[in-house]
């Protein structure tokens, strides 16, 4: 069936596959298609099954030699990317360089373009130098857990006949107005609700509700400059009336030994609560300096790798950032579509955004891969228990739970390959040189010392 075929690399981890079909099994795939369709087609003056092939191929003959010649090019492509290295990646077609003609009187050529897993060579990868972040934790970063699960244990009761304070949670009407004062359409919105002092509301009206009280009516006057955060805001001024509708104050628990048992019955005291949080925000330490070290490690790698990623890989990459976006938002995408487009943006503008992003981390996957390859690194089933075990113990479910949810969900090979990149990079950091970084707070290495 095949003749001939030739491979050639292109630039952006492209191929093109050149193939020669003989012009006899060229012309049995058409002379076969005219025989099934013979045995079906239905032409006047012909008995069902009797009519012959040139009659078929002078009524339907371009339709036949279309269909052949489609046949023709995935049975002979199929043979082929089961014999070669160089597949096409699995969200890609080859795409025809130019169509050929069935013809029957020479062998049939014809070529296909398409994406294929990178081809490079990792640089220098042994013998680094890395900073291990010294990340210490602090009597802050324990307060600042305790304040969190103060807050979560925190009482929320209606506040009758007060003003609002800070901290208070307030449930508000608002109405952006025109210049004639009256309400805009499309820019109002009923019992929004918020916490006093947070930000955390649309136009930031914190200190503009302190004192108000329920059912008082308020118009608040903001503006905010070209470089603000929030680019639908950045440089606008607004006027907005706002009605308090309810106001609520947060009952905060003491931070003693009754919150701890409140939390959990494992804890009798205070101090067996803060045990606790302190070992797990020293495991976070640790994790924090090891991620920090992976990086630095694959930052410097990569500059001495060169890796070509194919645009339909940097696309595929996109889209499941994307899919996962929507899946923050229920999923809808119209809906979230439809909110992009009022603040005059679009899936693609996000889509460049993200760009960098998405090739930085296909070059850190491929580069991961390759090491694991190069170096032999396997996971072995105790390994993988081992890893299992460990998320059962920071979850609320038993090994078995953990286990069995993998399985089902056929994640076990994920499982592998977190076993296999955790042994690489744990060999790669013990060969480097390794030096202490200056002191940090667990919050300033998370970023949330703000």
């Known amino acids: 069936m095949i003749v001939d075929k030739k491979i050639e690399r292109k630039e952006q981890s492209k191929v093109k596959l050149s193939v020669t079909v003989s012009k006899d099994y060229a012309k049995q795939e058409y002379q076969g298609l005219l025989k099934e369709y013979a045995k079906k087609a239905q032409i006047k003056g012909f008995r069902p099954g009797k009519v012959p092939p040139a009659v078929l191929e002078k009524k339907f003959g371009d339709s ?7 046949k023709i090019l995935e049975s002979s492509l199929g043979t082929i990317f089961e014999e070669i290295e160089e597949r096409p990646l699995p969200y890609t077609q080859p795409e025809l360089d130019e169509a050929p003609e069935l013809q029957f009187e020479s062998d049939l050529s014809f070529s296909v373009t398409y994406d294929v897993y990178p081809e490079f060579e990792a640089g220098d990868y042994k013998g680094l130098t890395l900073e291990s972040p010294n990340i210490q934790v602090t009597d802050a970063d324990l307060d600042r857990e305790l304040k969190a699960i103060q807050d979560q244990n925190a009482i929320v009761m209606d506040k009758d006949g007060g003003l609002v304070e800070n ?12 210049d004639t004062d009256a309400p805009i359409e499309g820019e109002q919105r009923s ?9 955390m509301n649309v136009f930031g009206i914190d200190e503009d509700v302190i004192g108000m009280k329920i059912d008082e009516t308020k118009v608040v006057d903001k503006s905010w400059p070209e470089d603000f955060e929030d680019k639908e805001l950045a440089g606008t001024s607004k006027r907005i009336s706002v009605t308090i509708k309810s106001i609520r104050q947060r009952d905060l628990p003491e931070i003693d030994d009754e919150l701890a048992q409140d939390v959990s019955d494992e804890y009798e005291t205070l101090d067996d609560l803060k045990k606790d949080i302190r070992d797990r925000l020293e495991k976070t330490a640790e994790s924090r300096s090891r991620e920090q070290m992976v990086r630095s490690l694959v930052d410097q790698i990569l500059e001495k790798t060169e ?3 194919p645009e339909s890989m940097v696309r595929a990459e996109l889209e499941n950032s994307w899919r996962n ?20 943006r679009g899936k693609e503008e996000f889509l460049e955004e993200w760009r960098d992003g998405a090739v930085s981390r296909l070059k850190s996957q491929l580069l991961t891969q390759k090491l694991i ?5 396997e996971a072995d089933e105790a390994e993988i228990d081992a890893y299992i075990a460990e998320q059962a113990e920071s979850s609320s479910m038993t090994f078995e739970e953990v286990k069995d949810h993998y399985a089902k969900n056929n994640m076990l090979d994920y499982v592998r390959h977190e076993v296999q990149e955790r042994k690489l990079f744990d060999a790669l950091i013990s060969e480097s040189t390794v030096k202490k970084g200056k002191k940090t707070s667990l919050m300033d290495a998370l970023g949330r010392n703000d």
């Not at 036949?64 to 489609?70: F, N």
């Not at 019992?191 to 930000?199: I, P, R």
């Not at 390859?373 to 690194?377: I, K, P, T, Y």
Request: aromatic share 8%.
């Open 325 to 344: 976006f929507l899946g923050q938002f229920g999923g809808n995408e119209q809906q979230i579509l439809g909110l992009l487009q009022a603040q005059g």
């Open 167 to 178: 901290s208070d949670v307030v449930s508000i009407d608002y109405a952006v107005l025109d």
């Open 373 to 377: 390859e190069r170096e032999g690194v």
């Open 64 to 70: 036949l030699r279309a269909e052949a010649m489609q």
């Open 191 to 199: 019992d929004y609700s918020f916490t006093v002092g947070s930000g």
């Open 307 to 309: 890796i070509e990623i």
